[in-house]
């Protein structure tokens, strides 16, 4: 029995994450987007991956980038992940009036998250709508003792 792509997004839809806004700069400035496609992939060495939809502006930025930044976003950034989601603003607006540091690449490191890890792109894979980056972390911060901002059921959750 074939599976229907939205069968397929309501199924996964129940698997709960956190969630991360990825910043990456390029020759037109910074940028960022919300993915809550992330997870670790090697201690030794030490990687993680990101999916990211194709067709977006962020995607160009991240091909034309050879390092992103990944931040996780605590319980109360939700309107931040919101904002960075949303298809209709563009970069600048992204950041406006937004508090983050920048890290030696000129890539944002936000303010409030739990944690970022810093990435150089090692390799990119097709995967199918979405472009798999593999990223090697360079540097990592624990920055925030708070609760993560969650995503299930197409509905963000904070922990009790």
Do not use: W
């Amino acid at each position: 029995m074939p599976v229907f792509p939205p069968q397929f997004r309501q199924v996964l839809s129940r698997f709960a994450t956190g969630v991360t806004i990825v910043t990456v700069k390029n020759k037109e400035g910074i940028h960022g987007l919300t993915v809550n496609a992330f997870t670790s992939v090697s201690l030794e060495p030490l990687l993680i991956l990101i999916c990211i939809q194709k067709n977006g502006v962020s995607h160009d930025a991240l091909s034309e980038s050879e390092h992103f930044v990944v931040n996780i976003l605590s319980e109360q950034q939700k309107d931040l992940a919101d904002r960075f989601a949303n298809v209709n603003l563009s970069s600048t607006e992204r950041f406006q009036n937004l508090a983050y540091q920048l890290n030696a690449r000129g890539i944002p490191i936000l303010s409030g998250v739990l944690g970022y890890l810093e990435c150089r792109i090692v390799n990119e894979l097709d995967g199918g709508d979405h472009t798999i980056y593999l990223g090697e972390v360079e540097r990592a911060e624990v920055s925030e003792e708070k609760k993560p901002l969650l995503f299930y059921n197409s509905q963000y959750y904070q922990l009790f």
